[in-house]
């Protein structure tokens, strides 16, 4: 994946997807409003300790995603 490429917001709407659940779910269990979550999904990069918080309520480690820009 290049790096100008790479949208974590978009792979974290994926898994979203995946595990059948909703941006509502996933904005309730993070204890913040949902409208504010759909913005901070649309940016290409997120603060670490949010993507901390989403990796473990999805039980998806998001970060191998950055470290694969790396090889």
Known sequence: MIEEE???GNLIREKIKEKER????L???LGCDSSNLHKT???QHIYSGL?????KILEHDFFTSYSELLK
């Open 6 to 8: 790479f949208h974590i």
């Open 22 to 25: 909703s941006i509502s779910w």
């Open 27 to 29: 904005a309730k269990k």
């Open 41 to 43: 999904l649309s940016q």
């Open 51 to 55: 993507l901390l918080k989403i990796s």
